[in-house]
């Protein structure tokens, strides 16, 4: 039982470069949420999605995409990187939005 | 808006000497609260889950209270193991408010 597993463990994008940034969970949750964590900071929400085919706006949508074919992936898409959005991304999980959620072990994005 | 604030910000212990970790927070309506570990270089652990006022739940070392404005984490005879930043997240709605967390250090 993997739990949430996400690629790339590390990456390096120039500025104006594009990636994305995969999440895959084999819990069969229903939620999927994206959160980045900036040293000294709490985690910040992204995107978040409450099934398959349904996505909506965290607290920090700017700059980021999101697709959900499925209820096992949820992949962040990043269209021109800017330095602003070098920091630890973290993949989510739960099996409703009441319940705890399960962290992935994260993506390190630098942007130079 | 829904807010949390962990204190201390840091906080070293010597193995064997208890002490408790602040969460307070302001929200609109708690469907709940969270506690989570998170070591360096990875993703944060689920620890508890409280969900009313006066509710407590106890894991190895670790016991979590909640009162209507904030909640503690006591650890009890800590060991270096227990060394980590803990988070604590709140629950207005379907989307969680984590706080900065608490870095624990635990001297041997």
């Known amino acids: 039982n993997a739990g949430v597993t996400q690629t790339p463990k590390f990456r390096i994008l120039k500025i104006g470069q594009s990636m994305t940034l995969q999440c895959t969970q084999d819990?069969?949750?229903?939620?999927m949420y994206w959160y980045r964590q900036d040293p000294g900071m709490g985690l910040k929400l992204i995107y978040y999605?409450?099934?398959?085919?349904?996505?909506d706006k965290g607290e920090v949508p700017n700059g980021y995409n999101v697709s959900r074919s499925t209820t096992e992936d949820f992949p962040l898409r990043l269209e021109l990187a800017a330095p602003s959005q070098t920091s630890v991304y973290f993949c989510?999980?739960?099996?409703?939005?009441?319940?705890?959620?399960?962290f992935g072990p994260g993506t390190r994005l630098t942007v130079t | 808006e829904d807010q949390v604030t962990q204190s201390p910000e840091a906080l070293r212990l010597q193995e064997g000497e208890s002490s408790s970790l602040n969460c307070s927070y302001t929200v609109s309506g708690l469907r709940g609260l969270f506690w989570y570990r998170q070591d360096p270089g990875k993703g944060p652990e689920f620890l508890f889950t409280?969900?009313?006022a006066g509710e407590e739940k106890e894991k190895e070392r670790l016991k979590a209270t909640l009162t209507k404005k904030e909640s503690f984490l006591h650890i009890t005879a800590p060991k270096p193991e227990d060394s980590a930043t803990y988070l604590c997240?709140?629950?207005?709605?379907?989307?969680?408010?984590f706080g900065k967390g608490t870095k624990l250090t635990v001297n041997p």
């Open positions: 989510a999980s739960s099996y409703e939005g009441i319940y705890e959620q399960y």
């Open positions: 997240a709140v629950q207005p709605a379907e989307k969680l408010v």
């Open positions: 409280l969900y009313s």
């Open positions: 819990m069969n949750h229903n939620y």
């Open positions: 999605s409450v099934g398959a085919g349904i996505t």
